[in-house]
């Protein structure tokens, strides 16, 4: 005992921490910093899916000026992204910012998922819609600069990402499934909708407490000493100097679009295809599961065999599920189950590796700085916006154009023809596309491990 209690020349006198305790702190700080991803997700699909229809019966806007005020403030707030994560990278600190938003957020989704049943319903409509994406864009973007940064390696960077997407998946499946296990019986319209956002501010304080009391510090980067208006018009335009960023962008698009076409068609194809409308929400529910349960393995496949080469096997996957769906019909309910299956482990790939590839990308080796994340997310964010939308501007018009028509009997083959195509056949196009580039540009775009 007195030999272990006093040091000797041969012996430290206070030893390093286990390795152990080392991991098992290092985890802790990577759920602490995925914990704010599940609001942030969990705010996303109430805005894009519920507000327009809940708006049109609630307030009684006309459906066009309804229309025509979603779309501008989506398109407004899709284009204001890049100055945001300009302005991100010369603010005092990521984590400031992020306090900032989530006030915005806060305020804005209740005000979005409480209409006034009489009043001024267009002025509240435009003030909830700017407060709501205001702090959902500055909370993401200052989020996702802040994750980037705090990661000392590329594995520590994809590990990171990893923790925030599997909690968004959360965020998601709860904002999915809440509103119809918070309604009553004979409850007005809305009504699941007005708890949710009830639900959700005390949630969102609470996880972002805990991502910014409980995640890594940040490792020391110098804002830009430039007057502030020289200054941001440097960082909107710096990431679109970086060639590894162009080319990864330009596999985002494609990839994104691949990703977006089914979303948006995946109802139409259940309820008309299959004629299963009734499992509607057990195919979505297991296409997510399937996100978050699949997203470990390709984590740690990435530290195998590159994050790059990961990705593109994920995209394999996708391209394989999509050809098993066009090859289905009436009735087919558990081969298009594994359809979920499947797609949805590629998901996880596609949320998790190509944002630890931006991440890797932001801290600016090329460019010699570290301080320009923002910037880059900015851009980011401003593309996956507008790849939801083209995805509905592409996808909708074909199926106008090829005759198709929501409701289809089961017997109308034809009918179908176009849906089929459009769901199954697109995807894998650009899904191809977005491989071919990604394959071709690896060595550019991955870097080693460690």
């Known amino acids: 005992m007195s030999a272990l209690a006093s040091p000797s020349p041969t012996m430290p006198a206070s030893p390093a921490p286990p390795l152990a305790a080392n991991a098992a702190a290092d985890w802790r700080r990577r759920l602490a910093y995925g914990a704010l991803g599940l609001p942030l997700a969990m705010a996303a699909l109430p805005v894009y899916v519920h507000v327009p229809r809940l708006w049109a019966e609630v307030s009684g806007i006309s459906l066009a000026l309804l229309g025509g005020l979603l779309l501008a403030s989506r398109l407004l707030d899709a284009f204001v992204d890049p100055l945001l994560g300009a302005w991100s990278d010369r603010a005092a600190g990521r984590r400031r910012l992020i306090v900032l938003a989530l006030p915005f957020l806060a305020a804005g989704f209740c005000a979005l998922l409480m209409p006034p049943a ?5 002025p509240w409509l435009l003030a909830a819609l700017l407060a709501t994406y205001f702090g959902f864009s500055l909370a993401s973007i200052a989020y996702q600069a802040w994750g980037a940064e705090i990661g000392a390696s590329a594995g520590e960077r994809t590990r990171l990402v990893a923790s925030r997407e599997a909690f968004g998946l959360v965020g998601v499946m709860l904002a999915a499934a809440l509103p119809g296990l918070l309604a009553t019986p004979g409850s007005p319209p809305g009504a699941g909708l007005a708890m949710l956002a009830w639900l959700f501010v005390p949630l969102l304080f609470l996880l972002a407490a805990i991502s910014l009391l409980g995640a890594a510090p940040v490792r020391a980067a110098v804002p830009a000493a430039a007057p502030m208006g020289e200054a941001l018009g440097a960082g909107l335009l710096q990431p679109l100097s970086d060639s590894r960023f162009r080319r990864l962008l330009a596999v985002y698009v494609a990839n994104g679009i691949a990703a977006s076409l089914p979303a948006t068609l995946v109802l139409f194809f259940v309820a008309d295809v299959l004629h299963a409308e009734q499992w509607s929400g ?3 529910a297991l296409y997510f599961v399937s996100g978050v349960v699949f997203l470990p393995l390709w984590v740690a496949l990435a530290r195998r065999i590159g994050r790059v080469v990961t990705w593109v096997l994920a995209m394999a996957v996708a391209c394989l599920a999509f050809t098993g769906a066009g090859l289905l019909g009436s009735g087919d309910v558990w ?5 979920c299956l499947l797609s949805g482990a590629a998901l996880g790939a ?6 630890a590839l931006l ?3 932001s801290q600016g080796k090329a460019q010699g700085t570290a301080a320009d994340a923002g910037g880059y997310f900015g851009w980011w964010n401003l593309v996956g916006k507008l790849n939801l939308a083209l995805a509905a501007g592409l996808a ?3 199926l106008e154009f090829t005759g198709y028509r929501p409701g289809g009997a089961a017997g109308e083959v ?3 023809a176009g849906l089929i195509l459009i ?10 596309v977005a491989a071919v580039l990604a394959w071709r540009w690896r060595h550019l775009l991955e870097e080693e491990e460690s």
């Open 414 to 416: 034809s009918s179908v």
């Open 423 to 432: 769901y199954c056949g697109l995807p894998i196009v650009f899904k191809t």
């Open 282 to 284: 057990a195919f979505l």
């Open 350 to 355: 596609d949320l998790c590796l190509p944002a």
């Open 335 to 339: 081969p298009f189950a594994l359809v």
């Open 359 to 361: 991440a890797e990308i």
């Open 396 to 398: 909708l018009p074909l």
């Open 118 to 122: 009489d009043g001024p319903a267009v």
